[in-house]
Each structure stands twice: as C-alpha cells, then as structure tokens.
C-alpha cells in the first residue's frame, strides 16, 4: 500500500505529483463540486440547517466530554448482548485482538466493508501476511485494492479512477468481453463480490456509531456490501474508534440527518443498518459470533486539550474535503495519510504524535470553508493555526518553514490579527491553481509553496500585503 | 488492554471518575419543531410515496387485499424470477398473500436456511415494521421466520405494507421499537438486525456514474394497502 512508502516524501512532493494527474485533478473538482452542490441543494430544502448543526455539536460534545460513561454503557450493553468487547489502546493490540479471532475461527478468507479505522491499523497488510485473503467490497475500496493504491476521499475512495482503468483492473480479476458502461462494470462486481460473501468466514466493518443505552452499532452505507459483510459469514468483527458513541437512539435521528445530507447531499442514506448482538438463539442467519474492537490509538490525548478535543466530535462525513480549495487541487493521496483534506491535516498528526505528518497543517490555506460545511461545527481552521504553533514550538518544523513561520507566529498572537487574516483569507477563495501550477496568495500557503520550491508564486506575497491591511486596506486590491 | 485501565484513562483526561453519571444535558435528540410536526395518515402515505419515488422506489396502492394479492400474483408473473424467496408463514406479515406465494412455489425462511440457500432468489417477497414518510424508508426487522437474507441478497424486493405502518420521523420508529420490545426478564431487546432501507442500492464509484444493485436489490417495489 502507498501510505507506508509515501512518509518519505513530503505532502508538497506528493502534492506536485497530483497536480501532474490533469485526470485526476479534474475528477477530484467534478466530484467536489458535484457533492457541494447537492449538498446544498438537500440542506436548503431541508430548511434550519443551522439549528441541526448546532443540535449535532451539541450532542457530540457532550458525548466526548462523559465519553467514559457513555462507552462503558455501551461495551456493558454490547456484553449482555452476547458481543465479544476488546480495547485496544493503540494499532497493535488492535491488530493483535483481529488475530486471535482470525486464528481461533481457522479463518481463510475475510471480506470487508469501507472503513477508515481498518486503513488507521493497517489490518490488510498484517492479515494478508498471515496467508489470510482479504476483499474490499465496497465497490470503489474493490478497485482500488486490485490497483494495490489507498482511498483518495472518504466517501469516493476511488475518485481518482477512470472507467478504462477500472475494466482493465476487472480484467485481471477474470472478467471476459467487459465494456466500459457503468451498468457491465457494475455486473461484474456484484457476480464477483457475491461468490466473496458466501465464502468468507468473516466479516469486517467499521461502524459510523454505538448506540449507549442499547449497546446497537448503527452502519451507514449506500451500495448494502456492509449488510453482506456482517449478516453471512458467522462471524463479525467491527473495529471502532472509541469516541464514535452517541448515548441515545433520540441522538442518532439528528446524525442520520447530518451524516448523509453533508456527505453526498443525499436526503437520507440507502441503508442504515443497527445490529444489536449476534443473532438470537431462534434466528437463522446474522453472526454467531460479534467482536468489537474499541481503539485509542492516540484519540484519548486530545481529550481535556481545550485545543483539540473537538476534533473527536467528527462523524467522518468527508464535507470539509468538499469544500477545500487546498483538497480540490492535490486529491487524497497528497496527504500521505489514512484521513485526508482538513479534518485529515487535523487528526494525523494529532493521532501520530512526533514529526511524521508535521508538514500536513501546512496543507490549507485557513480560509475557514471547512468549518463552515461541518455537520457538527468544528473549528478545523482554529486547530490547523494551534497546531501549526505547536509544530513550530517543538521545533519539528524545517529551517526554512521556520524562517517562513516567523511571520505566522506574530499573526497568530494575537486573535484580533488572526481574524483579519482569516476574514482576508476568505475573500481569496478563487482559484488557487492557474496553468498547472499553484498560485496561491495568501499568507499560510504562501510560505508552504515559498519555503518548498513550488513554481508560480503569488505576485503579492501575504507579507508584502500585510502593513497595508493592518491600516484597515482590502486584500483584493 | 483491559476495560477499567481503558476508561479511567479516558475519564481522568476528561476530570472525571468513572463512577461518576455524565453532566446533565439541555439537548437531546432532534429539534423541537421537527418532533412537534403532525401529519394526517393520508399525509403520511403521500409523503412517503413521494420520498420513496424519489429514491428510484416504486409505489403502488390498493384498498383491497384481494386486489393486491391480484397485482402480485401479476407482478411476478412479469418478473419470471427463476426463483421466489419470501418470509416465513408465520413472520408479521401485514397482509396475507400466503395463497399466492404458494402457487409461486416461494422459498421460505425456515430453520436450517442460511444466505447460501437464498443466494440464488431473484425476487423476495416480505413485509415489513415500519415506514418512514420523511425520508421514504422501509424498516425491516429480523426474526426467526423473518431472515435478513431474504431481502438483502435478491435483486428484486417487493414489500407489503399497510398505510397505518407510516410513522412521519425517524425517531418515532427508534421510541416504539424502544418500548415496543422487552424481553421476559424485563430488559430491552431489540432484533438483531433492525435494517432502514431507503430505496434500491446505489453506487457512485465509477466516474460519479450512479450505478443500481451493485450489491443489493436494484428494485424496491412497495405493495401498500389502505
Ligand atoms: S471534520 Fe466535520 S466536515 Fe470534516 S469529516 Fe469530520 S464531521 Fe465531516
């Protein structure tokens, strides 16, 4: 897989790579744009918008701040279900927690559903090291896993694939006289994922949420592979990050709302699966046997971070990708990293700790477009300047990033200055990119581009235009 | 690591002990004017058909069971699955079309079925809990005669319902399948399996061309009597 090689490199490396892809730049701003507007279509129509985003805030933070009772009700339900709880306090016991089930079930071969907690811990690679067959089965991870590469966007982690790509990948799996029409492409890999179900022994899901009072884990999905995953082989593993609680039912009604209006635009998702334990002892299909995995892996340490613990209120819709001018131009692979765009730029440092994905905060442009498309209202741009300042105060970033941060440091004193400098930001939301090449303006992505060797710089560098708008003058002129 | 460890490193992060309840909280669930909202049976059914028409569902209605038993027996006969599938006798069917399903040669969800018995039905004939006129979904819940497998794995699902089944929100499906279910000793239970279905299944993944039944049913027909 890509994520392990890519750390060597650096995000503008990668970023310069992307930009070359004219295919894939283009297919990441026609789905970006696509999923925008549908967005905004569905939440206008839907009406008070923003009195559900604010229900949605709401309810997580108060979910994170009593996270340790609303997770211990929840793993106490899940147990007198008949579930199997683990805690896993980071990758590796996570890992360690899959194996043993893999081995005591003598499992062959698993089939998986989406899920941005298996890609954190890296369970294909160790599986498939055990000689245990692994199938994506969602149909963009299916691609994507025969292209051996890594999910470019968390809804459409194949956005960077062409249909002629795709049969020539289906090919090599078998397919015979395949044309490039969506509906053939699609037959095949319904045939093909169909034979995958029956014949696996397990099943593995991620889970978009538990439910506290009755220990439910609630999957939301369009295409209905996570219904396969986890109702026919007899065994089902769900690993879940720790903090992806709501305590009531009443809770998810605003969630099943939030979720998919923000993700895709769509009104209501295709399938929202709630399972609660394994199958009852009369029932004759559904998991004999459920594993819950419950991971920290570096979550716990944003909580009481007065910076950062928002960042555990994310319900993983992918919307702040949508709308991120810095995302729209590089695609998901830029970030060299399992969560890409802000909320990506966000949490992979903070979930790594130490140096490896240092540069990421620097990948946007703090134009504040990410917070105001998330369903639960998380101050994305506010983190990317704390923990730029961090990186700086721990001395990760390089000699020339810190000589390109100095100027960053004294904007980012003193909160008055900040909000200039965002409300400035916000009037250069045109486009970033002009032949191929980055053209950015403004003051965080300039020094990124200025401090990397990237070509075209801006005629106006942030901090030629910076006494100017201290006198009150307009970053437009 | 173990559980206690796990939670008390969560809770003294947060300035909490673990035997402590949470904070009490303002706000809980949906909004206000979204639950207070009230809507006439006939309001329901006209929602919901216009949501689940949508959603590339397909809606008919009939005032009779004879006269939707007709159309079933007519609907299959057009379809031509090679193979039926449908709930057992005894599931909550909210009408009776066991005569027709018969006369089809159904398979029924049995004991001793598995998905692999189901793999081959084209078509699965069920009823189900509820309906959600707000978003057009069918809530299907699981059961010794009433298998996941039967409407997850065909390509053509055709439900039965009767219009009293339309709840409007989400939330009032999640209250009474709340209350509605308590096993003997006292206890929620909720199915296993409790399945909000929301049109045909849909995929976007090749070249954001929207593709039907990728992996379920890429027809949902819904048979409704008054
Ligand atoms: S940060 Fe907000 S917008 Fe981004 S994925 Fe998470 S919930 Fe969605």
Not at chain 1, 244 to 254: A, K, N, W
């Amino acid at each position: 897989m890509t994520n392990a090689s890519e750390h060597s490199t650096t995000v503008l490396k990668r970023a310069e790579m992307a930009m070359q892809d004219e295919f894939l730049r283009k297919a990441v701003r026609f789905t970006t744009d696509r999923l925008r507007n549908k967005k905004q279509t569905v939440t206008a129509s839907f009406g008070h918008w923003e009195a559900w985003r604010e229900r949605g805030e709401a309810i997580r933070a108060h979910t994170i701040a009593n996270l340790d009772f609303y997770l211990g009700q929840f793993a106490d339900n899940l147990e007198k279900q008949g579930a199997h709880v683990h805690f896993a306090h980071d990758a590796a016991e996570a890992v360690t927690a899959v194996r043993e089930v893999v081995r005591e079930k003598g499992a062959k071969q698993i089939v998986k559903s989406k899920s941005m907690v298996s890609e954190e811990i890296h369970i294909n690679q160790h599986l498939e090291a055990d000689g245990v067959r692994v199938i994506e089965t969602d149909l963009g991870e299916y691609i994507i896993q025969l292209a051996h590469e890594a999910p470019s966007h968390i809804i459409i982690p194949a956005i960077h694939k062409n249909r002629e790509q795709i049969r020539a990948l289906f090919e090599a799996d078998g397919a015979k006289n395949l044309s490039t029409e969506t509906r053939d492409l699609t037959a095949f890999a319904r045939h093909r994922l169909r034979e995958a179900f029956l014949a696996a022994d397990i099943g593995i899901t991620g889970c978009n949420f538990g439910i506290a009072e009755t220990g439910s884990m609630v999957l939301f999905t369009n295409e209905g592979n996570a219904d396969m995953v986890m109702n026919i082989p007899k065994t089902h593993i769900v690993v879940m990050g720790m903090e992806r609680i709501l305590p009531t039912l009443s809770d998810l009604e605003v969630m099943a709302h939030l979720l998919p209006k923000s993700a895709t635009g769509q009104n209501v998702i295709t399938y929202m699966s709630m399972i609660t334990g394994p199958r009852r002892s009369l029932d004759h299909d559904g998991p004999t046997d459920l594993h819950v995995i419950i991971l920290d892996n570096g979550r716990s340490r944003q909580l009481g971070d007065a910076q950062f613990q928002a960042v555990l209120h994310c319900i993983r819709c992918g919307a702040c990708l949508n709308v991120c001018p810095v995302y729209r131009q590089i695609g998901g692979h830029a970030y060299g990293a399992v969560y890409p765009g802000p909320i990506g730029a966000v949490l992979s440092p903070l979930l790594n700790g130490g140096e490896q994905y240092s540069d990421l905060p620097y990948a946007s442009s703090l134009c504040g477009a990410c917070y105001e498309a998330c369903p639960v209202r998380i101050p994305l741009h506010d983190m990317l300047v704390h923990e730029r300042q961090r990186q700086v105060q721990k001395g990760h970033g390089k000699p020339l990033e810190q000589l390109a941060m100095k100027g960053y440091r004294q904007m980012f004193a003193k909160p008055g200055r900040y909000r200039l400098a965002v409300r400035m930001a916000r009037s250069f939301q045109g486009p970033l990119v002009h032949n191929g090449k980055i053209r950015a303006r403004i003051g965080p992505l300039g020094g990124w581009t200025a401090s990397r060797d990237f070509p075209a710089l801006a005629k106006r560098s942030f901090r030629d235009l910076w006494p100017h708008l201290e006198n009150g003058g307009d970053a437009d002129e | 690591m173990n559980k206690t460890t796990f939670l008390t490193n969560i809770a003294s992060r947060l300035g909490r002990t673990t035997t402590q309840s949470p904070n009490p909280r303002q706000i809980v669930g949906a909004p206000e004017f979204w639950i207070h909202r009230q809507k006439s049976e006939a309001e329901r059914v006209a929602l919901f058909r216009e949501q689940f028409e949508a959603l590339g569902g397909e809606f008919e209605q009939f005032s009779t069971e004879s006269a939707l038993s007709t159309r079933l027996a007519e609907l299959l006969d057009d379809l031509a699955p090679q193979q039926i599938g449908a709930w057992g006798p005894h599931a909550a069917w909210p009408v009776n079309v066991e005569d027709v399903l018969t006369s089809y040669h159904a398979l029924r969800w049995a004991p001793g079925m598995t998905p692999h018995a189901f793999a081959n039905v084209q078509a699965s004939v069920t009823g189900c809990a509820y309906a959600i006129a707000d978003t057009g979904s069918i809530v299907m819940t699981s059961g010794p005669e009433q298998g996941r497998s039967v409407h997850i794995m065909p390509l053509i699902h055709i439900v039965l319902m009767r219009a009293h089944q339309i709840r409007l929100r989400l939330g009032e499906v999640f209250d009474e399948v709340k209350s509605g279910l308590r096993s003997s000793d006292g206890h929620h239970e909720l199915p296993a399996s409790v399945h909000f279905v929301s049109g045909p299944s849909r995929s976007s993944d090749i070249e954001n061309d929207q593709s039907i039944g990728v992996h379920g049913p890429a027809r949902v027909i819904v048979l409704l009597l008054e």
